[in-house]
């Protein structure tokens, strides 16, 4: 099975590769719960399998999106690495260049500061993700707004989970009530037949009438009682199912939760925001900066050919992108710079590696579920792997 053997080889790699981590958010605890599934019912069991292998299918779709990403911040660290490690004239040269870049921009901070509609601290924030706007706002508002939508539908679950779950104690109290009921018939028909015996007896008194009489009104009392029983029991039957339904909406709806306030706090780290109004205001603010600053293009010259230079000896370096350093030249004469971005980056694929981990678990728990229905109802085996077979082929 294709899609069971990708998410067992790379949950093994990524065990092989990368240390577990603790402390992790509530909502992360195990999605698939059979405790409210009835195996033997088939819609029931088909529901759940489907529901196991969806998840299985949203990780694996998370876990391509996040290796991407992932192995792009490893080549961040990578190149810091290189840099660390290059010969003394090298890095000199490279000091050089970093040095002289500093200084353009410091003199450029000096003569355009009443101008700048900004400061150097958020151009230079927004420098460094420049690359990623504005779809970086579009991915950081689309998520702020699908958290409201994904937080307002697990209310409205839950509510409705609380809701059926109320129907139902109101249901079994209608039915323990309708038994004390067929108690309580039985016991007065039992005593009335009795006193009318004795009072027949006693005064020689034909009372058959009085027995159909107590028969009868028994009898349509008893009818009434057991209708409304077997009516109840069918509701009873309605809401079970109603409320298995929920639970696994609900847990699929959980999984996207933790997967977009994962995201959420990789992109507020990553972009060193809030929110994405503040991104949005601070983005303005850099176009605006920018187009003031194109006016002074001579002044430029000079940095653009250091950055030349210093990028031409980073790429003769062997450092993988070098373009990135053009932002961050502090990094390259200041070891405090140095270890602070470092730190960052480190930060970003804890963040990453924590959500990868997070997806392949589910990934493994929704596998471990599927295999483990099969052994222990081997009845529904064939069944069971007919519908994963049909799954991966309409993923194909």
Not at 85 to 101: N, W, Y
Not at 312 to 339: C, F, G, T, Y
Request: with cysteine; hydrophobic share 35%.
């Amino acid at each position: 099975m294709g899609l069971l053997s990708k998410i067992k080889e790379w949950t093994q790699k990524r065990r092989n590769t990368e240390q577990d981590e603790s402390g992790f958010d509530e909502w992360c605890e195990q999605a698939i719960n059979r405790d409210d599934v009835d195996i033997h019912d088939h819609q029931q069991r088909e529901e759940y399998v489907t529901a196991c292998l969806e998840q299985m299918a949203e990780a694996s779709r998370e876990l391509d999106t996040l290796n991407g990403e992932y192995n792009l911040v490893t080549s961040y660290l990578t190149d810091m690495e290189e840099v660390d490690s290059l010969e003394k004239e090298t890095r000199q040269q490279i000091r050089d260049f970093a040095s002289k870049i500093i200084e353009l921009e410091n003199n450029k901070e000096k003569i355009y500061k009443k101008h700048s509609v900004m400061s150097e601290e958020d151009y230079a924030r927004m420098e460094k993700i420049e690359q990623y706007m504005p779809e970086a706002y579009n991915k950081l508002k689309e998520a702020e707004d699908y958290q409201v939508l994904v937080k307002k539908d697990l209310g409205r679950l839950e509510g409705e989970r609380h809701a059926y779950r109320f129907r139902r104690n109101e249901i079994e109290s209608n039915q323990t009530n309708m038994k004390w009921i067929t108690a309580i018939c039985v016991g007065s028909m039992c005593f009335l037949i009795m006193v009318l015996a004795i009072v027949g007896a006693a005064w020689k008194i034909d009372v058959s009438v009085g027995y159909w009489i107590a028969i009868l009104v028994a009898a349509f009392t008893m009818t009434i009682v057991y209708v409304r029983y077997h009516d109840a029991q069918k509701e009873l039957v309605k809401v079970d199912k109603s409320i298995n339904k929920l639970v696994l909406l609900q847990n699929s709806i959980k999984i996207k939760y933790v997967n977009n306030t994962n995201l959420l706090e990789y992109l507020y780290v990553k972009y060193n925001v809030n929110s994405s109004t503040e991104l949005k205001a601070l983005w303005d603010k850099y176009n605006e900066e920018n187009r003031q600053r194109q006016e002074r293009e001579q002044m430029r010259q000079d940095m653009d050919y250091n950055q030349a230079s210093l990028i031409k000896l980073l790429r003769k370096s062997n450092i993988q992108d070098p373009d990135i350093w053009l932002h961050q030249a502090q990094a390259l004469i200041d070891n405090k710079e140095m270890v602070e971005i470092r730190h960052n980056l480190i930060l970003r694929r804890q963040k990453l590696r924590k959500r990868m981990e997070y997806n392949a678990r589910m990934a493994q728990d929704a596998q471990d579920e599927v295999k483990d229905i099969v052994n222990k109802y081997p009845e529904y085996a064939k069944k069971i792997l007919d519908l994963v077979s049909d799954y991966e082929k309409a993923l194909a």
